[in-house]
């Protein structure tokens, strides 16, 4: 079954990817010359949603480029992102994100930094280790004889977020230091049933029962002194090789970085006290000049030092993050189809590759505009599993409905997106992806904004 969908995939792909190609020629045979930007840009993007259990969804994000004289066109002098939305039942998204390498007027410093309020009222979570884990859909599925609650693979979140990093050149062009600090503050908990019940007919109510978190809990698969959530205080070190050519989308060039963080118990993080280590190599291929780049990404995240709480597993880290929220492996910033967090492990790794053709390139009034296509293909596994002791389970649970009884294996996805720029720094997408294994979940339709990497 899995070679006949791999096939199906690759002829999907191939026929995708000629007709493509032809619509590009003919797209570009009417390119006119870009745009040099000066001053101010702003880019906006209105949100409006609706989720049956979290409510309607209202706010929006903007983001501010200052160019300046252009000089340094596509690369912007400073930028600026405010992102403001909220669900009707309380889940919401809070953020004030700056980036600068031209703040100290002695020294090429680059600064970063990000203060986020976070809530969420019903965040994935199915465990650990990937494929040791079982998951059910019809657990979560009215009307089907397992169903539990359209909850029960939900936790609820509220995270507070302070990073600061800094840049500076070792090799101009090449090679670069970084350093920072960050503060997380986590607040974990079983979700709020009575919130989301309210207003709705009693037919559609949730209904009041254990969730997978209140049952890891209660087994003590998750530690007491971590189930409510915690502070950490981390510091963040590490070396950069970059020779990209435009970060907000690069035809060539190479990103590489090797980063550790660490959280140590002399900054006041007790019995939580641990290291990360995070290697991620990035590349970029020009195949046709403007039009065609094959670009790869190859990551690896570990713990290395002491015990990393199980509300920190999922995070991952960079040196750079253009985007809000970045979880894996599983969702739109890591394996795209597979659930988000479906595979959460004390160290992982992963892949992505794409080819990104901007196939229409305008310009429109005073802005450089492009549509680009993405077909791309994933994969990830957890590499250092979680430690479980599954003889904590009750006897009286099913232990086949929470365990597979099989070793973690890598988790593939496929699919296609779809990207909007203005003025290259200024990115909409919409990314399509399908997971291979039906334990990783069906699909994902991701929109936001950024390329990948």
Not at 142 to 171: P, W
Not at 274 to 287: E, G, P, S
Not at 391 to 410: Q, R
Request: aromatic share 16%.
């Amino acid at each position: 079954m899995f070679i006949k969908v791999k096939i199906r995939f690759m002829k999907i792909f191939t026929i995708t990817l000629v007709a493509i190609m032809a619509i590009s020629i003919a797209a570009f045979a009417q390119e006119k010359n870009e745009k040099i930007k000066t001053g101010w840009t702003m880019g906006l993007i209105p949100t409006v949603s609706y989720n049956s259990d979290l409510g309607l969804q209202y706010g929006g994000l903007v983001q501010l480029f200052d160019f300046k004289d252009g000089s340094t066109y596509p690369k912007y002098h400073k930028m600026f992102r405010v992102e403001i939305s909220r669900y009707t039942k309380g889940s919401g998204t809070n953020q004030f994100f700056f980036d600068s390498e031209n703040l100290f007027k002695k020294k090429k410093i680059r600064l970063t930094t990000d203060f986020s309020y976070l809530t969420e009222k019903a965040l994935d979570f199915y465990g650990f280790n990937g494929n040791e884990v079982f998951f059910n859909p019809d657990f979560m599925t009215n009307n089907q004889t397992d169903y539990i609650s359209r909850m029960f693979y939900r936790m609820e979140r509220k995270m507070v977020r302070l990073t600061a990093d800094f840049q500076g050149n070792i090799i101009p062009g090449k090679l670069k230091w970084l350093a920072g600090f960050a503060f997380f503050n986590y607040q974990m908990g079983t979700v709020d049933i009575a919130k989301l019940n309210k207003g709705k007919e009693l037919a559609d109510q949730l209904p009041d029962t254990a969730l997978l978190y209140d049952k890891y809990v209660e087994w003590g698969l998750i530690p007491q002194n971590e189930a409510n959530g915690g502070h950490q205080q981390m510091l963040k070190t590490g070396v950069i090789f970059d020779t990209r050519d435009i970060e907000a989308n690069p035809s060539k060039g190479i990103w590489t970085e090797l980063l550790f963080v660490t959280a140590p118990s002399f900054f006041g993080n007790k019995e939580n006290a641990f290291t990360k280590m995070i290697f991620i190599h990035r590349q970029y291929f020009t195949l046709i000049p403007k039009q065609l780049t094959f670009v790869y990404r190859l990551g690896y995240q570990g713990t290395i030092l002491g015990d990393a709480p199980f509300y920190s597993q999922s995070y991952m880290f960079s040196s750079f993050s253009s985007v809000t929220i970045v979880e894996g492996l599983g969702g739109a910033k890591s394996l795209r189809g597979v659930l988000r967090n479906r595979i959460v492990g004390d160290g992982i790794a992963w892949s992505n590759f794409e080819f990104r053709w901007k196939f229409l390139r305008k310009t429109l009034g005073n802005q450089n505009l492009y549509l680009a296509l993405n077909p791309f293909f994933d994969a990830g596994k957890v590499v250092k599993s979680v430690e479980i002791d599954q003889s904590k389970v009750p006897v009286n649970e099913v232990l086949a409905n929470y365990f597979t009884g099989n070793t973690e294996k890598l988790h593939f996805t496929a699919g296609c997106g779809l990207h909007i720029g203005l003025n290259e720094n200024f990115v909409i997408s919409a990314n399509f992806g399908r997971a291979l294994n039906a334990l990783d979940g069906k699909n994902g339709i991701y929109i936001g904004t950024n390329w990948l990497f």
